[in-house]
C-alpha cells in the first residue's frame, strides 16, 4: 500500500498548530506498520533543508493562471522518523507566500507529480488534510487519475475561503464541475468544501465530532453537504506521540508510569509513588511560579490558546470571577489577543498567592505543569479531538471538560474526569466544585480517579490501524 501524505506543516521543520504534530506521528507508525507512506510540503521560503542533506529528484511543469509555472521537487527524510518528505518549490507562488494562490498552486503541483510519475514512485491514496490540500480531490477527479483520495478534517472552522477566480487559475472546467450553488452566489470558493465533496471518503478526528459536524449547531454551514456524504464520512481518534513529546521536555518533572508507558526519564517512578510524584510537582511549581506552597489547596490549570471562539474563555474567566479562589490554586499557560490577556492578569494581580498566568507557550513548562496540577480545565465550546486532555490524563490530572467533540471520546465521566452538560459559566462552576469536594473528602475516589487516568492508553496504533483499514477499503473498492 502506497499512501501519499499531503500536508502543510510538520514538526519539527515548519510547525504552526497540532496538525504538525501530526504529520510527524501518524506517517511514522503507518511506515512501522509496513504502509509506503511519503509526505508532500510546500518549500516554504524560510525552510532550511541543506543541512539535511536535500536531494533534487524532479523538475516539473503545470499551468497555473494560463501560464506554464515550473516547480522543483526535493526531497529528504523526516530527521526523526526517517520517513521519506518530498518538498514542492515554486518562485511565483510559493517562494511569495501569497496565501490562496501558494496552497491551489501546491495542491496542482502536487496532482501534476502524480500524473507525470515525476516521484518515480506512484501513489494507490492520497490523503488530504484540511482546507490546505482541499483541491487535491477536484484535481483527481478533473484528470480522472487511477489514485483514491481521503480528506481529513481537523477542525472545520478553517475552512480556506478565497475568490472563487481560483477555480480558473486551476483549469477546471466548471462545466464538468459545477461549484456549490452558494459559492456561484458569493463569488467565492471553499477549499474545504471542494475536499468534502470530492474525496473518496472523509475523516474527522474523533468519532463524536463526525457526527457533530452533521448539526447545524457544529457544521460551520456545512453541515448540509456532510449529510450528503453520510456513509462516507468517518471519525478516527488522534493519538499521542509520548515518546517524542515528553522525552524532549521533562525538565523537572516527576512522573509515575506503567512499564508499558516507560519513557527512559531519570525523574521516573513507579506507578504507585503517583502521590509523591504529584506532590513533589505541584511544590517545585508552586515554588517556582510564586504561588503559595501548599499540599492542602486542589491546583487547577489551564493550558492552550486564549480563544473564546473555540477554547471557552469567556465561561472559564466568569466562573473564576464568581468563585471563592482562595478555595483552590490556578495557573494559566497561553496566548492570545490582549484584551484576554489582561482580563486573566487581573485575576493574578488580585491573588497572587493563588493564581499565576503565563502568557506564552513553553512545552517544559507545560509539561511541569500537566505533572503538577490536580485537574485541568477544558472548557471548549467545541473541540475535533483535543490534546490538552489526553496529555492530562497521561499525567493523571483530572479533566473537567465540556462535554462536546473529541472530548467524549476520551474522557469517561466520573471515571477518569468530569463533564459539565451545558456550556455556560454556571455548569462548570457546579462541576469544579463537585470536584473539589471528592479532592478534599472523598480521596478513596480520587484516587481511583488517578490511577484510572495513568492507565489510559492514546497511542497512535490504535489510529493507525483504523487507517489502514480505510486505505484497504478504499483501494479495494469497498467504500
Request: proline fraction near 4%.
Amino acid at each position: 500500500m502506497k499512501v501519499l501524505f499531503a500536508v502543510w506543516e510538520i514538526d519539527p521543520l515548519f510547525k504552526v498548530g497540532g496538525l504538525g504534530d501530526i504529520a510527524r506521528s501518524l506517517p511514522d507508525v503507518l511506515l512501522k506498520k509496513g504502509i509506503d507512506v511519503r509526505i508532500a510540503i510546500p518549500y516554504y521560503k524560510v525552510l532550511k533543508l541543506s543541512k539535511l542533506k536535500r536531494m533534487k529528484v524532479a523538475l516539473g511543469k503545470v499551468r497555473y493562471a494560463g501560464i506554464d509555472e515550473s516547480y522543483e521537487i526535493y526531497t529528504i527524510n523526516h530527521p526523526t522518523t526517517n520517513v521519506p518528505i518530498y518538498f514542492f518549490k515554486n518562485h511565483t507562488y510559493i517562494d511569495a507566500v501569497k496565501s490562496a494562490d501558494m496552497f491551489a498552486f501546491f495542491n496542482k503541483a502536487l496532482v501534476s507529480s502524480v500524473q507525470n510519475n515525476l516521484l518515480s514512485w506512484k501513489p494507490d491514496v492520497i490523503h488530504c488534510n484540511d482546507h490546505h490540500t482541499g483541491y487535491i480531490p477536484l484535481l483527481v477527479k478533473h484528470l480522472d487519475l487511477p489514485v483514491k483520495t481521503i480528506y481529513t478534517i481537523h477542525n472545520l472552522a478553517h475552512q480556506g475561503i478565497t475568490n472563487s477566480v481560483v477555480i480558473d487559475k486551476l483549469g477546471i472546467d466548471k462545466k464538468k464541475f459545477r461549484l456549490q450553488e452558494w459559492e456561484i452566489k458569493s463569488r467565492q470558493l471553499n477549499a474545504m468544501l471542494e475536499g468534502i465533496v470530492h474525496a473518496d471518503v472523509v475523516t474527522t478526528v474523533s468519532p463524536t465530532y463526525a457526527k457533530e459536524i452533521m448539526m447545524e449547531r457544529f457544521g460551520m454551514g456545512l453541515d448540509e453537504v456532510l449529510r450528503g456524504r453520510e456513509g462516507k464520512v468517518f471519525g478516527i481518534l488522534n493519538g499521542i506521540d509520548l515518546n517524542h513529546n515528553l522525552k524532549l521536555h521533562l525538565e523537572n518533572v516527576w512522573y509515575p508510569y506503567l512499564p508499558e508507558k516507560a519513557i527512559g526519564s531519570e525523574f521516573a517512578a513507579h506507578l504507585k509513588d503517583w502521590e509523591e510524584c504529584k506532590i513533589k510537582n505541584k511544590a517545585y511549581l508552586q515554588k517556582k511560579l510564586g504561588l503559595k506552597v501548599t499540599d492542602k489547596l486542589p491546583l487547577f490549570a489551564f493550558i492552550g490558546r486564549l480563544d473564546p471562539e473555540q477554547k471557552g474563555m469567556d465561561i472559564l474567566h466568569r466562573m473564576f470571577r464568581r468563585i471563592n479562589i482562595e478555595r483552590l490554586q490556578f495557573v494559566l499557560l497561553g496566548t492570545g489577543s490582549q484584551a484576554w490577556e489582561e482580563r486573566f492578569q487581573w485575576l493574578s494581580t488580585f491573588y497572587p498567592d493563588s493564581v499565576s498566568c503565563i502568557f506564552n507557550f513553553d512545552s517544559s513548562l507545560a509539561n511541569q505543569i500537566y505533572a503538577s496540577a490536580d485537574f485541568l480545565l477544558v472548557p471548549s465550546k467545541f473541540e475535533p479531538c483535543g490534546l490538552i486532555q489526553m496529555l492530562g490524563l497521561f499525567f493523571g490530572t483530572i479533566p473537567i471538560a465540556n462535554k462536546t467533540g473529541g472530548l467524549v471520546d476520551t474522557i469517561i465521566d466520573g471515571k477518569n474526569g468530569f463533564f459539565f452538560h451545558k456550556y455556560t459559566s454556571l455548569a462548570m462552576e457546579k462541576t469544579v466544585k463537585k470536584a473539589i469536594c471528592i479532592w478534599n473528602k472523598d480521596k478513596k475516589r480520587y484516587k481511583e480517579m488517578v490511577i484510572s487516568a495513568l492507565q489510559s492508553d492514546f497511542s497512535w496504533e490504535k489510529s493507525a490501524n483504523e487507517y489502514i483499514a480505510v486505505y484497504d477499503k478504499l483501494v479495494s473498492g469497498q467504500i
